[in-house]
């Protein structure tokens, strides 16, 4: 079975829509997770701060998995 590889330009405006669409979402997960995980003190970080770098690349749960259970929540005022 022969698969054709499709172009961009043979998809049609919705399913491009659609990719940009994800793309930006995942593009703005992964910088709200790298800006958070650089600017956190470690102490807030669950594990070690540098095993969570390579896991922002794992797209799009490395992101996900950092911004719900990579931070520790602030304490109560």
Do not use: N
């Amino acid at each position: 079975m022969t698969r054709t590889r499709r172009r961009w330009r043979d998809l049609s405006g919705r399913q491009q829509a659609a990719i940009l669409t994800l793309a930006s979402v995942e593009l703005l997960l992964t910088a709200t997770a790298a800006t958070d995980l650089w600017s956190r003190p470690a102490g807030q970080v669950r594990g070690h701060k540098a095993l969570w770098w390579p896991s922002l690349l794992i797209q799009p749960f490395g992101p996900i998995a950092y911004l719900t259970l990579g931070r520790v929540p602030p304490a109560p005022r």
